[in-house]
């Protein structure tokens, strides 16, 4: 892994710890904390790539490692995602309960 993928990678564990605390403090959920994550970890990997390809580089893969930190950030995270998919339209309980709707 070079440089910049590893200083991306570390700027997404920075990202979760923040969705982390928000968590210990009441104010996300871990589905949504795991979602922003996973959202914002894509982000940094478009934008990678897109630096790779402009400079002739070999694609990097952040994929494994973006779901890592979002299972850290919520280990159900696999489930929820299936649950936002198979819900039509998607879309996020915002009542306060921490299950997506069904």
Do not use: C
Request: net charge neutral; glycine share 8%; charged share 35%.
């Amino acid at each position: 892994m070079d440089e910049l993928n590893e200083r991306l990678l570390a700027e997404l564990r920075r990202y979760a710890g923040s969705r982390l605390k928000d968590v210990a403090r009441g104010a996300e959920t871990r589905a949504l904390a795991a979602l922003l994550v996973e959202k914002y970890g894509y982000g940094l990997a478009k934008a990678l790539n897109v630096f790779e390809e402009l400079h002739g580089r070999p694609q990097s893969d952040l994929g494994r490692q973006i779901e890592q930190v979002v299972r850290e950030v919520d280990a159900d995270a696999v489930r929820h995602r299936r649950l936002r998919w198979d819900t039509r339209p998607a879309d996020l309980a915002l009542g306060g309960d921490d299950t997506p709707p069904p």
